[in-house]
């Protein structure tokens, strides 16, 4: 027999409404991330679909700062793709070099929809960091993207079957002129969204 609506059973958090538990911090998704060994090929795919148009970036030593893998300082690459679909952004990653649970993913599964993204309600950085490590998920991998955009990973895949991420981009943030676009730039004067959560004070 269930418990009554809103009560707690065997420890579980209480049901506030229809869309909130007492202990929900997560905040909104606001990306999917499918990791590839081709991301040419997957950007094709998804614009045949009518997703797009893409802006492409290496993450890497001259772009990432604070990169880590496994809690220790790491020397990794990947081809990040971004395009926005509504309020979302759809992300492709092709991991080049070094460790990474990208490339995890890859060996043991395969290509796919690797991780997706919260925005923690816009709480700051440490708070979203120690809650994750508070109930049992420890960071695994994490940088900051032109050294002001910092992202994190956590190792969730066991206990829900997938990766999650957080990431916080400041309000003032402007994205830097991509390698390329795929098939193409946008209008002139046009510019990809930011969807700012905080001030950077990381």
């Known amino acids: 027999m269930s418990s009554?609506?809103?009560?707690?059973?065997?420890?579980?958090?209480?049901?506030?409404?229809?869309?909130?538990?007492?202990?929900?911090?997560?905040?909104?998704?606001?990306?999917?991330?499918?990791?590839?060994?081709?991301?040419?090929?997957?950007?094709?795919?998804?614009?045949?679909?009518?997703?797009?148009?893409?802006?492409?970036?290496?993450?890497?030593s001259e772009t990432v700062t604070q990169r880590t893998y496994q809690g220790a300082e790491a020397d990794w690459a990947i081809k990040v793709c971004f395009a926005d679909v509504g309020d979302m952004a759809v992300e492709i990653m092709q991991p080049l070099y070094g460790p990474s649970i990208f490339q995890e993913y890859l060996d043991r599964h395969g290509e796919g929809i690797q991780h997706i993204a919260f925005d923690a309600g816009g709480r700051p950085w440490q708070q979203r960091l120690d809650t994750f490590t508070e109930r049992g998920f420890a960071m695994i991998q994490s940088g900051r993207f032109a050294d002001r955009n910092a992202?994190?990973?956590?190792?969730?895949?066991?206990?829900?079957?997938?990766?999650?991420?957080?990431?916080?981009?400041?309000?003032?943030?402007?994205?830097?002129?991509?390698?390329?676009?795929?098939p193409g730039p946008p209008p002139a004067g046009q510019r990809p969204p930011v969807r700012g959560q905080g001030s950077g004070d990381r």
């Open 151 to 182: 992202f994190a990973f956590f190792d969730t895949e066991e206990a829900t079957g997938t990766t999650f991420e957080t990431y916080d981009i400041p309000a003032d943030f402007v994205w830097p002129e991509p390698e390329a676009w795929f």
């Open 4 to 60: 009554p609506p809103g009560s707690p059973d065997e420890g579980w958090p209480t049901v506030l409404s229809p869309t909130e538990l007492s202990n929900s911090f997560l905040g909104n998704l606001i990306e999917i991330c499918f990791v590839t060994r081709d991301h040419q090929r997957t950007m094709e795919g998804l614009v045949r679909l009518g997703i797009g148009p893409w802006r492409i970036y290496t993450f890497d």
